[in-house]
């Protein structure tokens, strides 16, 4: 029976970590203490989006959004809003606009410009219950393919769709799972990439955390199309929420009859397995994920052969990323023609971002594809704190590039990402202000991908480690002119004759700080200066002083 309020706590990964589950523990003991628990219902809930702000609550049907909770917060609440019916102001997301928002339910300025596809259900459901999936219309699209559509025509409405890969590359979904089944095999497979390891990335861990029967009705739609019985989910051991969660939705699908043999009694048969990754950069791509599943060392091997032909046990192989497989069931059920009227004339639908760094309202966001940066960072982030002057928003994690000023109206969608010398990646954004170092900031992402490199080809194992040697050098104030003519040969030399997608973009960071900051290079190496005060240098010592100190020590 309905309740007269539904109470969702937020349980994301950023919301336990700030002691949500105390925050729900003591909500359960004040409602039965008070004889609430026939009217107030408390619902555990994947992340809810501004993780800066937790642990976060939503009171519905009134809208009310609780931020920054704390255990004495509790009792006030149910006294005062669950009892009397009057929201609690000084807990509410007090900004100007948002004021009023439980009495005039108008929408606070974080959410004004998103629109939600992969995230509709994370924040809304509890993601370890089957049933609240179902009741949102969960696993209807596998339903609806099975009992009415051939495998080719759920390949057709994918390519109709215009939906592209979200890991990074942007490859079309539906050309890909084409290829696949294609292919001559007795045996294929799909496997989800859920090794999200850019640093600022939360988007693939927060749908897993916040709504994973979304990712396995997805595989089990591409299966169908490819003609598949088996598929694993490849997931960072190092996201425990996640594994525990899908771990649950695996079980639940399998008792329900949604995963196994004659599902939806039409003969259709797919399960899937975890497979758990230790935390390689690398695995993250496509030929180097498929070797750590089969038990070998996580290295990328030479294409062709595409995954597509020969993956993983040299079978074809289906490999998507978590957030390209939630969109799945939603393209079946609402058409093509609706995802593809979303976005831009290229790159449709919405994307995924991780918005974090030097921007008011971070936290996990999603926004039509052709949505501009300055939009994201200003009107969905509120902006640079402190008084601070935004400098670049540096997107697409390691591999991506930094993006100035000038270019915060910049279209976000593939091609214009490309032009600027950045990607869309898997959707990482990070904003830097006046205080951060632009040579400081690639040297840190190149340092990172130099440490993740497997090592197995010398561009990439050699060449990145030059390219951060000559970094360090400057930000030492050791920095040579011929140092960025350096830089720019060696990044493009690298980009060109890596064997991976590590070493073919590991220079991006680089290259774009020369291309749209050289004037801070130039500072460093003619007038050892950093305008942000973060590279120390070593002090100059006079002729004299020198000789001095060569006297004392003879």
């Known amino acids: 029976m309905p309740k007269r309020l539904d109470v969702l706590v937020c349980s994301g990964a950023a919301c336990i970590s700030n002691n949500s589950q105390f925050i729900k ?47 004495e917060d509790v009792e006030e609440i149910v006294r005062e809003h669950f009892l009397k ?50 009741a949102t219309g969960g696993y209807e699209a596998l339903g609806k393919v099975l009992t009415e559509m051939k495998p080719e025509e759920v390949i057709d409405e994918i390519i109709k769709s215009g939906l592209r890969g979200r890991g990074g590359a942007g490859f079309p979904t539906g050309l890909k799972w084409k290829f696949t089944r294609g292919a001559q095999s007795d045996e294929k497979y799909v496997i989800c990439n859920a090794d999200e390891g850019d640093p600022g990335a939360f988007m693939d861990r927060a749908i897993l955390e916040g709504d994973p029967h979304a990712v396995l009705e997805g595989m089990a739609i591409a299966a169908y199309a490819i003609g598949a019985k088996q598929g694993y989910i490849y997931v960072r051991a190092e996201y425990p929420l996640a594994v525990k969660r899908l771990e649950i939705a695996v079980k639940q699908a399998r008792k329900y009859g949604l995963l196994g043999k004659n599902i939806f009694e039409t003969g259709f048969e797919f399960d899937v397995e975890l497979r758990m990754g230790a935390g ?7 030929t180097a994920l498929i070797a750590s599943i089969e038990g070998k060392r996580g290295q990328p091997t030479p294409k062709p052969p595409y995954p597509a032909q020969s993956g993983l046990w040299g079978k074809p ?81 390691p591999s991506g590039g930094c993006v100035p000023e000038k270019y915060l109206d910049t279209p976000v ?12 990646g898997s959707g990482g954004l990070i904003v830097l202000d006046e205080d951060d170092c632009m040579i400081n900031i690639a040297k840190f992402f190149l340092e990172f991908t130099m440490e993740e490199s497997c090592g197995q080809c010398v561009p990439c194992r050699v060449g990145l480690k ?18 960025i003519e350096l830089l720019e040969k ?10 991976c997608g590590l070493g073919q973009s590991a220079p991006n960071p680089v290259l774009s700080t020369i291309k749209y900051f050289r004037e801070e290079y130039m500072e460093h190496i003619k007038e050892r200066k950093c305008r942000a005060g973060v590279c120390q240098f070593k002090k100059e010592e006079k002729l004299e002083t020198v000789i001095e100190k060569i006297k004392d020590i003879i």
């Open 490 to 499: 060696l990044g493009k030399e690298i980009q060109t004759t890596s064997l």
């Open 413 to 424: 969608d593939y091609e214009s990402l490309k032009e600027l010398g950045t990607i869309m």
């Open 85 to 134: 019916g009057r929201p609690v102001r000084r807990l509410l997301w007090e900004t100007p606009e948002a004021r009023k928002i439980a009495e005039e339910k108008k929408q606070i300025p974080f959410f004004e410009k998103q629109f939600k596809i992969a995230l509709i259900n994370c924040g809304k459901i509890d993601p370890e219950n089957i049933e609240e999936y179902i």
């Open 317 to 397: 192989t289906l490999i998507n990323n978590v957030e390209t497989l939630a969109n799945v069931r939603h393209i079946i059920l609402s058409g093509a023609s609706w995802f593809s009227s979303i976005g831009t004339e290229k790159s449709k639908g919405t994307k995924v971002f991780a918005l974090s760094g030097k921007v008011v309202n971070t936290g996990l966001v999603e926004v039509p594809m052709g949505i501009t940066l300055r939009e994201l960072v200003f009107d969905i982030g509120g902006g640079v704190p402190n008084g601070k002057k935004f400098k670049a928003v540096q997107i697409g994690g």
């Open 25 to 71: 523990k003591k909500l359960q003991e004040v409602i039965v203490r008070e004889g609430l628990q026939e009217e107030v219902a408390i619902i555990e809930t994947g992340c809810m989006g501004p993780c800066e702000l937790g642990p976060v609550m939503l009171v519905y049907p009134d809208g009310t959004f609780y931020i920054r909770l704390k255990e």
């Open 466 to 483: 030059q390219m951060y040697d000559i970094l360090d050098r400057i930000t030492r104030g050791e920095g040579r002119e011929e140092d």
């Open 280 to 286: 390689a950069f690398v695995c993250g791509e496509e």
